[in-house]
């Protein structure tokens, strides 16, 4: 099905608001915010719009325009600690915007993020500031094996979050195909119900048809019997009619 205008313009301040959100932006920047404003307003639009694409189509835009949602109010979060915890919960995009895309942008951007979020937890932790991590070949051995240590522990905290989000996603991938099953069962188990009511009706019916015959031949059955005493009440009483009549009574 052919993009709507409404689509069109949408998918290009999409990828707009993609590529603002990859580059390094002052504090001053306003721009991507009210971009993204307007995008959760063409969505609500596009949602109503009669010639609107697939329900997937439309539940990856929303991820998309979510994904950038929670990016900006992540980069409000005071701390580097929180900003990386922020991070960690946000869900880029899984399709790409537009076609010369290799892999989505909000994975692009996601990826860019959680690595400036380390970086600032790292500057934090060391108490430095970008002057001081120029110069930090010239610090003593010491200070240098410290920081290696600590860009060491940071790291391993960070593969572990990662190993975390990977665990909790094959979970939710495995609920999903129990769920899944659970629903197949289900289903088998209301066909094979409908199948026995089904029958049910159908014997009930034969059983009534042959109630209906039964009972028909019940009451043909009672009427034979009912002529046959009539015909053995006549005969006997017109016999003994003859019998008096031809052997009269002695005197």
Request: aromatic share 6%.
């Amino acid at each position: 099905m052919a993009s709507s205008r409404l689509e069109i313009n949408f998918i290009r301040l999409l990828s707009r608001c993609e590529s603002m959100a990859s580059e390094k932006r002052g504090e001053a920047e306003w721009r991507l915010e009210k971009y993204v404003a307007a995008l959760e307003d063409m969505l609500v639009a596009l949602r109503k719009n009669p010639s609107k694409p697939t329900q997937e189509v439309l539940t990856e835009y929303t991820r998309k325009v979510d994904f950038l949602k929670g990016l900006l109010e992540a980069e409000k979060l005071p701390s580097p600690t929180e900003k990386a915890l922020a991070n960690q919960f946000l869900a880029p995009g899984r399709t790409p915007t537009i076609a010369n895309e290799r892999m989505p942008a909000t994975k692009t951007v996601h990826i860019q993020s959680k690595a400036r979020c380390t970086g600032e937890m790292r500057d934090e932790l060391l108490g430095t500031t970008d002057g001081d991590l120029r110069n930090r070949r010239g610090l003593p051995l010491d200070e240098r094996q410290s920081a290696a240590e600590l860009d060491a522990v940071l790291q391993h905290h960070h593969n572990l979050q990662e190993k975390l989000a990977e665990d909790m996603l094959n979970l939710a991938r495995n609920l999903k195909n129990n769920t899944l099953a659970a629903q197949n069962i289900i289903k088998q188990d209301n066909q094979t119900l409908s199948q026995s009511m089904r029958q049910a009706d159908l014997n009930f019916e034969k059983l009534k048809t042959e109630s209906e015959r039964l009972e028909q031949h019940s009451k043909k059955s009672v009427n034979w019997l009912l002529w046959l005493m009539l015909i053995l009440v006549s005969f006997t009483f017109i016999s003994m009619i003859l019998f008096i009549r031809i052997f009269p009574r002695l005197r």
